[in-house]
């Protein structure tokens, strides 16, 4: 199967590079300069996967990532001339799963690109079929579906809520430090603060308040699971 990505990028020479990497490994293309020109592109023919520019002339990118976020949970890949933490931060919470600093080179977007197809629902099946639900005290999941549940309702997430959810439903009661979270959610190429960590921890508690998502002071956080 063929993969089409959108690249939305108002440098000529960045669109021609990157276009050039990833034809070369298989991929389809669409090349925009604007936000509303993605936007009118997810609207008709919408791409399995986005490498977003953050500064974009109209709509810039954290706008198109946050709109797309309501709607979808298609992979996106933030690119940005900005390196300050806040900026990074800022792009991973409003929906990005990767961000790369500009320079970057094209052979380690490519990388993270096939990375990330992997790593969502997308990718390869995983070589052991996952069990179809899993089930931790009101904590229900639909593995093959990613859907979530808590005491009945069902809640949306985006994809790093659910995978440290599954993290930890697969661990109930388990503590995992901010360092293990990372690796296991963002992955070992991921730079940033753990404060992405204790961010995405007030999200999943935002949206699920009853889950006993619990902190462990000076370390990590768990998921209690009460005796049966």
């Known amino acids: ?20 990497y990833l034809k070369k490994e ?3 293309v669409i090349i925009m300069s604007t936000g509303e020109e993605g936007w009118e592109v997810w609207q008709t023919n919408p791409p399995d996967m986005w490498i977003l520019d953050i500064m974009l002339p109209g ?6 990532c946050k709109r ?4 979808s949970e298609v992979p996106i890949i933030i690119i940005s001339a900005k390196d300050d933490e806040i900026d990074k931060i800022l792009g991973l919470e409003l929906g990005g799963d990767d961000y790369l600093t500009k320079p970057f080179s094209p052979r380690e977007l490519v990388a993270r690109v ?12 995983m070589e052991q079929q996952p069990l179809e639900r899993m089930k931790v005290g009101e904590l229900l999941i639909y593995l093959d579906e990613r859907r979530i549940f808590w005491a009945g309702d069902e809640f949306e997430v985006t994809t790093k809520e659910y995978d440290m959810l599954l993290l930890f439903a697969q661990n109930p009661n ?20 753990d404060r992405a960590v204790d961010d995405l921890v007030k999200r999943i508690r935002k949206k699920i308040p009853d889950i006993p998502l619990e902190t462990v002071w000076g370390y990590g956080y768990r998921l209690r699971k009460d005796e049966e």
């Open 114 to 125: 096939k990375r990330l197809f992997k790593r969502t629902s997308l990718g390869k099946q």
């Open 68 to 71: 797309i976020r309501m709607e």
């Open 174 to 193: 388990r503590a995992f430090s901010r360092e293990e979270l990372l690796l296991n959610i963002w992955g070992n190429d991921y730079f940033g603060s």
């Open 26 to 28: 298989g991929y389809d």
């Open 1 to 20: 199967m063929s993969y089409t990505i959108g690249v939305v990028e108002d440098d000529k020479n960045i669109q021609s590079i990157v276009r050039a």
């Open 59 to 64: 709509m810039d990118g954290y706008e198109f």
